[in-house]
């Protein structure tokens, strides 16, 4: 079975600070995929970054970085300088290649940023 | 188009009604997903299909839910004597293969009073 924890239900925070959401998951895959999605107040989710299980390179892309340690199966989300525009439901997201096609979704972290 | 499409935006039924959600994918994605969004159960998946191969129908939480997916393309989700608790946002997404990334269309709102 496959399960996505997302510990933190609201993160509240200040333009241009920094925050960074958590992300814990559970497999037996030995290959999966890890996903973030982000989810406006419009409602559509869109699709972020994606992650293989065999690359644990972390990257930056902007103002958006990850880390990904397969040591505590984890994939942490970090937006830098937040703007008010990133003020939205945050998703992790798993699928492994016993579960074709089935994203398995995290609760979601919202996060609000204030002027 | 440039996105995965739905239709309709909003529906509003009365329980026992049947309703029907359109999804149109991206051009060219082999694979189509619908999934649920509601309060007390987060986003779930409900049905998979992969080409031309028999979809992957272990999501569907009862029997009155069914869908389809003519020519490979248009995905049609079909759900019979609508109940209130099947009030949710209904998402279509589309991959270029089973594994790739899914991207996921606006969703249609389903109300049934």
């Known amino acids: 079975a496959q399960k996505v924890t997302q510990a933190q239900t609201e993160i509240s925070v200040v333009e241009k600070e920094d925050v960074t959401l958590d992300c814990v998951y559970e497999t037996r895959d030995t290959t999966y995929y890890l996903f973030w999605y982000k989810q406006p107040p419009s409602g559509e989710l869109v699709f972020l970054i994606r992650?293989?299980?065999?690359?644990?390179q972390n990257e930056i892309s902007g103002r958006y970085s990850w880390n990904f340690q397969k040591s505590t199966s984890s994939f942490n989300f970090t937006i830098t300088a937040s703007q008010v525009v990133d003020s939205a439901v945050y998703f992790c997201a798993l699928i492994g290649t016993d579960s074709w096609g089935k994203l398995q979704f995290g609760a979601g972290t919202q996060v609000v940023v204030t002027p | 188009g440039a996105g995965v499409s739905q239709s309709p935006s909003n529906k509003v039924t009365e329980k026992g009604k049947d309703v029907e959600l359109r999804c149109d994918p991206i051009?060219?994605?082999?694979?189509l997903y619908w999934y649920r969004q509601s309060l007390g159960q987060g986003l779930e998946f409900l049905i998979y299909?992969?080409?031309?191969?028999?979809?992957?129908k272990s999501g569907l939480p009862s029997d009155r839910f069914s869908a389809e997916r003519t020519g490979g393309s248009v995905s049609t989700l079909t759900i019979q004597r609508t109940q209130q608790e099947d009030s949710a946002v209904y998402l279509c997404a589309t991959s270029l293969r089973g594994l790739e990334t899914q991207y996921f269309g606006p969703g249609t709102r389903l109300l049934v009073l």
């Open positions: 992650r293989n299980s065999f690359d644990e």
């Open positions: 299909f992969q080409g031309n191969s028999a979809p992957d």
């Open positions: 051009s060219g994605h082999t694979a």
